[in-house]
Each structure stands twice: as structure tokens, then as C-alpha cells.
């Protein structure tokens, strides 16, 4: 067990330490952790959120003006403030991702401000984890889906699924650019998606759906999460086999 330090965020200061017994599946959660290398060693599968910058500076703005009543040179000088650290400390830790969601302004209209384009950069040759594609393993594709089966508001939808290098990594990328306007109809794509790691068909369409209420349900943002929540579960459940399986063999050896 470990004593772990509580931030308070409200005077900045450490309250008193909870204490965390060990379990069979840890998660670390943070703006660090994959900063030390002995962590880094020890983690199964990592994921990172990567907001660009225009879409940050857009949702800051949103939030902190419109909510909180803050000036746009308050927000300004905030963000200012904190790059440094960001850069120095935060982004690095991309390269050390077995799984990206890259969540960037969208390509189909340049005058709008709320519409994503979300990228899912999976690394190829991680161990029990298979990146998901669309159509085809391997292929580079771009497909605008049938209006008659995924509705879809002005600027329209496009999906990709394309082979890339990341950081020096062979990656495979799917991309959502757009919204839809129903979360049924998104099962349209789920049927084309291959090694999204659900159990049942639908079962990803499903998984939104219960989440319709929640910022992203109606995009790449909300997609790209379930399918990263299913890969870590697929993951899961294969080294708990493996582990029960070595398990067995010690002691059969030991008899």
C-alpha cells in the first residue's frame, strides 16, 4: 500500500494523505504519468488527450466568459501563463502513448468554431492490443457517409481511416470530422468498423447511447473514448487470462 497526497485545489495546499491498497488493475490518472520513465515501465497500456489549441482556447472562452463572467484578456493571460509548463512537462507525454484521441477544429468549414475532428492514433505493435479500422485492416480510406443513413448537420461528416507515423511509431489512425444527429444511426459506422473490441453488434452504439446526455455523444469525441474504454476492457480481460493461465501451469509444475 502507498500513502497518497491529496491537492486541495482550493488553497493549494496538501491535505492529509489517503491510503491505497493494491488491486489486480491500477489506473493513474493526471497531467503526469508518463513523465518518469520507472512509471512508464510499468504501465500496460497508456492513453493521452490531446486538445489543440484552438479547441482549448474556444471551450476556455466559452466557460470562463460566458459562465464565469471573465474577460477575454483575463483568459488570454491565463493560458499565457501556463504554456511553459505545458510545453515543457504536458505535451511531451504524447510520445509515450500507446493511444492518442486528438481532438482538433474541423476541416470542412474554416468559419466554424464547434464542429471537431477527432483522431483515435493507436500504436501499432502493442501487446494485446489490435488497432480498430474502418473497411479495411491496413487500408487508406475516406468516406462520407449516406445521409440517408447517419443524418448529419451542415458541414456534413467525413470519416478516414489512414496508416502513419507518430513519433516514430507505426500507427493506425480513425478520424471522425462532423456531428450526427442521432446516436442510433451511428450503428451505420459502427458496422463498418473493424477490431472496435465489442462484445455484440451494436454494442458501441449502445455504449453512446447510454451516454447521450454527456459532452461529445453526438461526435468523434464521445466515439473515440467508448472505442479506447473497449480496447482497455479487451485488454484487460486477455492479461487476466494470460496471468490465470501461468497461474495454473505453476502449480500444475509445483504438484
Known sequence: ?????????????????EKVEPTPVIIIEGLHPFVDERVRELIDFSLYLDISSDVKLNWKIQ?????????????????????????????????????????????????????????AIQKKGVADFNPTYLFDEGSEITWSPSADKLS????????????ETYFGNDVAVIEMDGTFDN?????????????????FYGEVTQAMLSLADSPGSNNGTGLMQTLAAFAIRELYNKKSASAKLASTNKASASA
Open 152 to 163: 448529419t448537420p451542415a458541414p456534413g461528416m467525413v470519416l478516414k481511416s489512414t496508416q
Open 63 to 119: 466557460r470562463d466568459m460566458e459562465e464565469r463572467g471573465h474577460s477575454l484578456e483575463s483568459i488570454m493571460a491565463s493560458i499565457e501563463a501556463r504554456k511553459p509548463d505545458f510545453d515543457a512537462y504536458i505535451e511531451p507525454q504524447k510520445e509515450f502513448s500507446d493511444y492518442v484521441i486528438e481532438v482538433l477544429p474541423t476541416d470542412l468549414d474554416p468559419e466554424d468554431k464547434t464542429t471537431l475532428k477527432v483522431r
Open 1 to 17: 500500500s502507498v500513502m497518497k497526497p491529496i491537492y486541495n485545489h482550493v488553497n493549494g495546499t496538501l491535505d492529509t494523505p
Open 183 to 199: 446516436i442510433q444511426e451511428l450503428v451505420y459506422v459502427e458496422s463498418n468498423l473493424g477490431n472496435s473490441n465489442s462484445k
